[in-house]
């Protein structure tokens, strides 16, 4: 069965569409690209009966173009396309919505095999589409009303005053670490065996004066393309270092991840400055890991190498992050002491429903135990996905599912209230 939702939004989606908030139904106007008369009739019919204000039809991609580029055609909202048809298929269609028509809403209609769907939804969002999801054929009348909820969700999200998500200059970002603006955020990483907490990965965040929390992609590709890495990096390491110790002192003795940029690793001082930050914040470096992504671990191989070795001699974990997304997973594995196997989340995210992802993800659960190091999933964000890892025998896992990632005090709290997640269903 085909997942109905994109792999991000599979979680129910709240009735809002039919309360008459946001864009009103009589408004919305849906273009249907269908080659089978008798299904194309369906859905249209289905679509009308929903409250849809206008319905077109067309029986393939090229007559759905010539529609929506016909002088004076007003726009559309959303388009629902097979992909199999006569003349032009819905992937050349998918391809030329991206570039004609960016703003509209697409959705993917098909009978044909997961793995082509996967596929094409992949191919749908490099192209930039706003895809809404698939839905398999006969489409129902309840999968098309979810498809519009879902519309009318993301419409109404995108109708609220964005908060401030400013664009920000490399002398704002090197201000900002000379004021000390940036913390630790934690995220929970919870044992599969015990389904308690066992530690926290820590990652950056800008506490801004005025726009509030800051994500990570507005200030570190500046400080990587800048060379100017080595300060957050070191600020982070330091105080994530404090609030595993202001964590151990609370009763909750976790061992805390950091991130290592892919910079780092070329200074064969590395180990040595690493070593001393974290002994001087009080914490021994075997309650610490170091996560490495493949193409960091990768450059300035001598050094990088040399760095790695001395760091597992003091004692640190060693973590290869976004692992399978590099270009030579399999030697990062034999040359490198790592401790730790990360699978990265485009693998983990959708895997309880998409069987190429699921073999993907417990071949590399396999491999860990194999090599005796711990497998750790990331982006676990539904009950399938955790419920499916467990049943892999996968170690570790974190994600939303569990909890976004925290500032120290609120993390604190969490580890008070936390219930272990097989006690809490």
């Given at each position: 069965?085909l997942?109905?939702?994109?792999?991000n939004?599979?979680?129910?989606?709240?009735n809002v569409?039919l309360?008459?908030r946001g864009?009103n139904m009589?408004?919305?106007?849906?273009?249907v690209i269908e080659d089978q008369?008798?299904?194309?009739k369906?859905?249209?019919?289905m679509?009308?009966?929903?409250?849809?204000?206008e319905?077109?039809?067309a029986?393939?991609g090229?007559?759905a173009l010539?529609?929506?580029?016909?002088?004076?055609?007003l726009?559309?909202h959303?388009?629902?396309?097979?992909?199999?048809?006569?003349?032009?298929?819905?992937?050349?269609?998918?391809?030329?919505?991206?570039?004609?028509y960016?703003?509209?809403?697409?959705?993917i209609?098909?009978?044909?095999?997961?793995?082509?769907?996967?596929?094409?939804?992949?191919?749908?969002?490099?192209?930039?589409?706003?895809l809404?999801?698939?839905?398999?054929?006969?489409?129902?009348?309840?999968?098309?009303?979810?498809?519009?909820e879902?519309?009318?969700?993301i419409?109404?999200?995108?109708?609220?005053?964005?908060?401030?998500?400013?664009s920000?200059?490399l002398?704002?970002?090197l201000?900002a670490l000379?004021?000390n603006?940036?913390e630790?955020?934690?995220?929970?990483?919870?044992g599969?065996?015990?389904?308690?907490?066992i530690?926290?990965?820590?990652?950056?965040?800008?506490i801004?004066?005025?726009?509030?929390?800051?994500?990570p992609g507005?200030?570190?590709?500046l400080l990587?393309?800048?060379?100017?890495?080595?300060?957050?990096?070191f600020?982070?390491?330091?105080?994530?270092?404090h609030?595993r110790?202001?964590l151990?002192e609370?009763?909750y003795?976790?061992i805390?991840?950091?991130?290592?940029?892919?910079?780092?690793l070329?200074d064969?001082t590395l180990a040595?400055s690493i070593?001393?930050?974290?002994?001087d914040?009080?914490v021994?470096?075997?309650?610490?890991?170091?996560?490495i992504t493949?193409s960091?671990a990768?450059?300035?191989?001598?050094?990088?190498?040399?760095?790695?070795?001395?760091l597992r001699?003091?004692?640190?974990?060693?973590?290869i992050d976004d692992?399978?997304?590099?270009?030579?997973?399999?030697?990062?594995l034999t040359?490198?002491p790592f401790?730790?196997?990360?699978i990265?989340?485009?693998?983990?995210s959708?895997?309880?429903?998409?069987s190429?992802?699921r073999v993907i993800v417990e071949?590399?659960?396999?491999?860990?135990?194999?090599?005796?190091?711990k497998s750790?999933a990331?982006?676990?964000?539904?009950?399938?996905?955790?419920?499916?890892?467990?049943d892999?025998?996968?170690?570790v896992v974190?994600?939303?599912?569990?909890?976004?990632?925290m500032?120290?005090?609120a993390?604190?709290?969490f580890?008070?209230?936390h219930?272990?997640?097989?006690s809490?269903?």
């Amino acid at each position: 069965m085909l997942a109905m939702l994109s792999a991000n939004s599979q979680q129910a989606v709240p009735n809002v569409f039919l309360g008459g908030r946001g864009m009103n139904m009589k408004a919305l106007r849906i273009l249907v690209i269908e080659d089978q008369n008798f299904q194309r009739k369906m859905i249209v019919h289905m679509l009308r009966s929903l409250g849809a204000g206008e319905v077109c039809q067309a029986s393939n991609g090229r007559q759905a173009l010539d529609m929506m580029q016909a002088k004076h055609a007003l726009p559309f909202h959303i388009v629902l396309c097979d992909l199999d048809m006569p003349e032009m298929d819905g992937m050349e269609f998918i391809r030329h919505l991206a570039k004609l028509y960016p703003a509209v809403s697409a959705v993917i209609m098909s009978g044909m095999d997961y793995a082509v769907i996967a596929s094409v939804e992949k191919m749908a969002r490099s192209y930039g589409v706003k895809l809404l999801g698939a839905i398999e054929k006969p489409a129902s009348l309840k999968q098309l009303e979810e498809i519009l909820e879902l519309h009318q969700q993301i419409e109404t999200e995108a109708q609220r005053p964005a908060a401030a998500l400013a664009s920000f200059t490399l002398e704002e970002v090197l201000h900002a670490l000379s004021e000390n603006q940036f913390e630790p955020f934690l995220q929970p990483k919870i044992g599969m065996d015990t389904g308690s907490i066992i530690g926290a990965e820590a990652l950056a965040r800008w506490i801004h004066p005025e726009h509030g929390v800051i994500a990570p992609g507005a200030f570190i590709p500046l400080l990587e393309r800048s060379g100017n890495m080595k300060g957050l990096t070191f600020m982070m390491l330091e105080r994530a270092a404090h609030a595993r110790r202001m964590l151990d002192e609370n009763g909750y003795p976790l061992i805390v991840s950091v991130n290592l940029s892919l910079s780092s690793l070329a200074d064969t001082t590395l180990a040595d400055s690493i070593t001393r930050v974290v002994r001087d914040a009080g914490v021994d470096p075997h309650h610490i890991i170091l996560e490495i992504t493949e193409s960091a671990a990768m450059s300035s191989v001598a050094e990088a190498l040399e760095n790695l070795a001395r760091l597992r001699m003091r004692g640190f974990g060693l973590s290869i992050d976004d692992y399978g997304t590099g270009y030579s997973s399999m030697q990062q594995l034999t040359r490198v002491p790592f401790t730790e196997l990360k699978i990265d989340k485009s693998f983990v995210s959708d895997s309880a429903n998409n069987s190429s992802l699921r073999v993907i993800v417990e071949s590399s659960v396999d491999m860990a135990r194999k090599l005796n190091v711990k497998s750790v999933a990331e982006g676990v964000e539904v009950m399938e996905e955790w419920d499916m890892l467990k049943d892999m025998g996968c170690d570790v896992v974190q994600g939303y599912f569990i909890a976004k990632p925290m500032g120290s005090d609120a993390f604190l709290d969490f580890c008070t209230r936390h219930i272990p997640v097989e006690s809490a269903w």
